[in-house]
């Protein structure tokens, strides 16, 4: 997909994504997140669970630990499991999150074969890299040998005429409207064979 310095932007992405402890969970504070994710009330989430409005007001505000037949009930009204009630949200789950990127407006990163232009930069701790590329490279001997990195790759060519070379299959010509989906620990390298620089989309996988 690219050589030295896309690499390190493959790297860099995943080292901004990497999990850390996670701290345990404040019942009260949980049980409060998932009720208001619901816009319910003291009074709605105690009649779906079949408690008092007291008792879950305690609850949430950590002056009462709940009994296992209250958890119970917390979880079938909530219509989660009682293991969730104890699970944070994963930090790159968050509901709601988005970037829009205008055209021309991503993060460039140019190197000798490609011009890169990352997409949804902003966004911290993403499942996937979406960039923009235009393939400078017209013969595979500009490249410095094979890359190979973690995850799988997208490909989808916006303009002009591509070639992706491949180290275990032949070399294919696509054009735009095309896509692949590989493994990117195969070794590989696109270049344009059309008059001009040809684009193409690019997403790869951070997991």
């Known amino acids: 997909m690219t050589d030295d310095a896309p690499k390190s932007m493959i790297q ?13 969970v404040d019942l009260g504070a949980r049980v409060r997140e998932l009720r208001k994710a619901r ?9 779906q ?6 008792t879950l007001s305690k609850i949430e505000n950590g002056q009462m630990s709940p009994t ?13 499991t009682i ?46 890299l979406p960039y923009r590329a235009r393939i400078r490279a017209r013969a595979m001997e500009e490249f410095d040998g094979w890359v190979r990195h973690d995850g799988e790759e997208f ?6 005429v591509v070639k992706l070379f491949t180290e275990f299959y032949e070399p294919i010509e696509m054009r735009r409207g095309d896509s692949a989906y590989y493994d990117a620990a195969m070794g590989h390298n696109v270049i344009s064979t059309s008059a001009e620089d040809a684009t193409i989309l690019w997403v790869t996988s951070l997991v």
């Open 68 to 80: 296992y037949d209250a958890l119970k009930k917390l979880a079938v009204g909530l219509e989660i």
């Open 49 to 54: 669970a079949g408690l008092a409005r007291s």
């Open 83 to 128: 293991p969730q009630l104890f699970t944070p949200p994963a930090s790159d789950q968050i509901n709601g999150r988005m970037a829009l990127t205008r055209m021309g407006e991503g993060t460039a990163k140019a190197t000798t074969t490609y011009e890169h232009e990352l997409l949804a930069d902003s966004l911290r701790k993403k499942q996937m």
């Open 155 to 160: 490909l989808y060519v916006l303009t002009g």
């Open 12 to 24: 860099l992405a995943r080292e901004d994504g990497a999990h850390h402890t996670v701290p345990p």
């Open 39 to 47: 816009a319910w009330t003291l009074e709605q989430a105690a009649s």
